[in-house]
């Protein structure tokens, strides 16, 4: 017999039409840019194994880049410093770490619906109690306040957030961003801010809840920004006491992330960032063709993502997303169910665009012809 956390949870959605697909499959459903590190990065990897660079480090991460990256986050705040930076294993390993010093058995954390699946998972895991707050299309999936706040009660904790969103792609205005934390600071709630994507934006900049609100840990991370999914670092800026105590869980969890790849990554920051920045231009011209693919599928509508890499399309066949994903995966197509990311993905299926161009036209190729004969049924 297994714990019973092992019982709250299941392998993802997508990740279990991941490894269900054959391999000549065109994967439209992994968040997986088809991009290598610049070079420079590449070269300060090999650096760091070649010259000593392969031991352990501080839990919290290598000072250089802990203050490199408070040095970012001072424009909002200036008085944050690397005490206030953890260096984490991914994104994930930073929301997880985050879980478990803010979690307790019973609390309701506030979660997006539709919205990344580890959010829900991690509350499980800690014995918490997930709460969905709806993101509804027509309001561009950005949340409702009044409606989040109808779910408060007594053993409200956290809310959670993710701007620019997976999947829907949405980017919060500030004025929205003002208004979450009113309702946090009206109910005593912490706020993680799941801001992997901020770097990745088409029509708006991206606003951070760092130096806004003293109730907010915003999770980060260096795999889509660079190109370096399979690094595995990340990072989260906290308050000073809280980071303390996010750095406990972070050391038991972990002890501390990859001590090379962290050199890369710094010299990553030290260069600007240009490559991400061209590489959100051509996510942008792939964002147009995927549009327009959509726009002639019988039956999908779709609103136009204004940051990240996914396309969040509504369908109006009768199948279940699950079902229509794994139609897709008989015809050599990789989609994501958006069932995968709640109740409210039912009729949705996520889309990747951080796929190749040529691969996004024979892949948009299939959905319209399958969406065609759908329709028709």
């Known amino acids: 017999m297994v714990a019973y956390r092992a019982r709250e949870v299941e392998i993802s959605g997508i990740r279990r039409m991941f490894e269900a697909a054959p391999p000549t499959a065109i994967n439209l459903g992994l968040g997986e840019p088809n991009f290598d590190p610049p070079g420079a990065v590449l070269d300060a990897y090999c650096h760091a194994v070649r010259n000593g660079g392969n031991h352990y480090g501080p839990s919290a991460g290598l000072p250089a880049l802990r203050k490199k990256i408070a040095e970012r986050y001072r424009t909002r705040a200036p008085e944050t410093s690397r005490d206030n930076v953890i260096i984490t294993a991914g994104g994930s390993e930073g929301l997880m770490a985050t879980a478990f010093a803010l979690y307790d058995p019973g609390d309701e954390i506030l979660v997006p619906d539709p919205g990344f699946v580890l959010y829900a998972s991690h509350a499980r895991l800690l014995g918490a109690e997930p709460v969905a707050y709806a993101l509804d299309e027509k309001r561009a999936f950005l949340p409702d306040i009044g409606s989040i706040e109808r779910l408060v009660t007594a053993r409200t904790r956290v809310i959670v957030i993710n701007s620019p969103s997976n999947p829907t792609g949405a980017v919060l205005p500030e004025k929205t961003v003002e208004a979450i934390i009113a309702l946090a600071e009206r109910h005593d709630l912490h706020i993680v801010s799941d801001e992997v994507y901020d770097q990745i934006v088409y029509d708006r900049p991206a606003t951070s809840f760092w130096g806004r609100t003293d109730r907010a840990v915003v999770v980060n991370s260096f795999s889509k920004t660079l190109a370096a999914t399979g690094w595995r670092v990340g990072f989260l800026v906290a308050p000073r006491a809280l980071a303390v105590e996010i750095n406990k869980m972070h050391y038991h969890i972990i002890a501390c992330a990859s001590t090379p790849a962290q050199s890369a990554v710094l010299a990553g920051l030290e260069g600007g960032l240009s490559s991400t920045r061209a590489m959100t231009r051509e ?81 948009l190729a299939i959905l319209r012809e399958y969406a065609q004969e759908a329709s028709r049924a």
């Open 283 to 363: 996510f942008q011209a792939r964002r147009a063709i995927v549009l327009r693919e959509l726009a002639r599928c019988p039956g999908m509508t779709c609103v136009p993502p204004a940051g990240a890499f996914y396309a969040f399309p509504r369908f109006s066949w009768p199948e279940t997303a699950t079902e229509a994903a794994q139609a897709l995966l008989s015809r050599g197509l990789i989609t994501t169910p958006g069932d995968a990311f709640g109740s409210r993905g039912a009729k949705h299926l996520r889309i990747s665009f951080a796929a190749s161009r040529t691969d996004l036209t024979r892949g």
